[in-house]
């Protein structure tokens, strides 16, 4: 059974996430009567004798584009606010250095998205921040790796490309027992999936550049939670220079009002492609976490309300039928990104996983033969058919079949 579907958005707003999606945070009265939130492309605003964080100014992430779309977040993620950012990358990184001072500790799930890990490995080491690596699916195992100094602990909904779920119910818990604060990346499943402030988790990150966006125009990202600590990573933001640009802030607006029709689709034509490429003698193994083979299916049917866009897969021919086959599809292409319109596959050991070693691929579970598929808007019945046939047109040699 799948999670309990949220009707309020934040406190008090009584209504669903697509009404939130739409509506929350619209200017009142609206200007010129504008039924759309018009762009403020302007760099700074008169002075009246606010708070230096709170002048109107682009960088200070001030412009009432900013501000509807704070508020329309928070909405959907069900927080008491929200920033809206440049990219997910200026939320991570903003976000765990507002949480970390030097010489502090956070512990960290082994699989975690490239530029997240290489921030940890590369660049917070040189402000003596550190970091430990933890299995998320083995809570017993954690409190060894806590430090004097661990002030936080960092993870995904789902991860990149095993789509695995982390114990996220313990990680609320571990987190309220040594008064860690928790911080996690949402953006494989988008506030209409799962809205992690729900169970317990502080403060919520999306890379808005994917589903809440979902049309591939524009980067962006944003952060949600408590007022005080969303204040605290807007403060540190508005030192870093992370801002959104208004026009982008007006399509990532544009953007959200779609967000709930748009991953509901891509939801079910994901369970429908899954299981289709599950039954294909040519597939020797898919990671969706719809599919009831899925190692966290249980757990994902509890907590979400939809299984996502992403899964991945490997044929039995392995790295040469993986290529063969992504050559011979027509509909999706082959690129990095995810959550837009347009489905794409790519094999993350030569693109997104490239940065890692072989050897810590293969610890991680990423084998060279690993297809990423993210799925598209385009009618599930031609998704199928190009895949069908593009898994019809490997030689049986390389399809890794029998004669």
Known sequence: MMGTARTPGTPGTGRAASTDAVHAGEQEPRPEGAVVTPIYQTANYELRGEDYHDIGYIRLSTTPNHRVLAERIAALEGT?????????????????????????????QDTLYGGTASLLQQDLPRFRIGHTVIDPQDPSGWAASLTPTTRAMYVETLTNPLVQVADLEAVVAFAREHGLVTMIDNTFASPINFRPAEIGFDLVLESCTKYMNGHSDIVAGSVAGPADLVRRVKVMQDHLGGSLDP?????LERGLKTLGVR?????????????????????????????????QHERAARLFDGFGGMMSFELEGGTDAAEAFMSALEIPMVAASLGGPESLVVRPAAAVHAGMSAEERAKAGIRDALIRFSTGLEATEDLAADLDRALASLPRAVAGLTA
């Open 247 to 251: 026009h982008a802030a007006f399509l």
């Open 80 to 108: 008491e606010a929200a920033l809206a950012l440049a990219s997910g990358m200026a939320a991570i990184s903003g976000s765990l250095l507002t949480v970390l001072s030097s010489g502090d500790h956070v512990l960290v």
């Open 263 to 295: 991953v509901r689709e891509q939801n079910a034509s994901a369970g429908r492609l899954a299981a289709r490429l599950q039954a294909h003698p040519a597939v020797s193994v898919v990671h969706y976490p719809g599919l009831e083979s899925h190692a």
